[in-house]
């Protein structure tokens, strides 16, 4: 059974970190291109950041960058979100992504609010 939880979410004030946690089962992590987007209220799902089976050539939303590193743990079957120097435009509901050719997975997401 595929699973993608997402974990690591919460309230933090502005100027805070977070770090956010997808521990993948069900699959062969170590093959999928994997991602983080976000949806907040009312707005469309955004692609936040992604990076390849293999660790390399991550991707970031403008907005996010030099903010949010993207990493993962093949060993641990797990994808990371560092997130700093948060902004209440940060908030949103944060999901884990897997893709590999025409397969792709979602996790449930694990809400980020930055307030103060």
């Known amino acids: 059974q595929v699973q993608l939880v997402e974990s690591g979410g919460g309230l933090v004030e502005p100027g805070g970190s977070l770090r956010l946690s997808c521990a993948a089962s069900?699959?062969?992590?170590?093959?999928?291109?994997m991602r983080w987007y976000r949806q907040a209220p009312g707005k469309e799902r955004e692609l936040v950041a992604g990076?390849?089976?293999?660790?390399?050539?991550?991707t970031y939303l403008n907005s996010v960058m030099g903010r949010f590193t993207i990493s993962r743990d093949n060993a641990k079957n797990t994808v990371y979100l560092q997130m700093n120097s948060l902004k209440p435009e940060d908030t949103a509901k944060y999901y884990c992504?897997?893709?590999?050719?025409?397969?792709?997975?979602w996790g449930r997401g694990t809400q980020v609010t930055v307030s103060s």
């Open positions: 990076i390849t089976s293999r660790g390399g050539r991550p």
């Open positions: 992504n897997a893709a590999w050719t025409q397969l792709v997975y």
């Open positions: 069900g699959f062969a992590f170590g093959i999928y291109t």
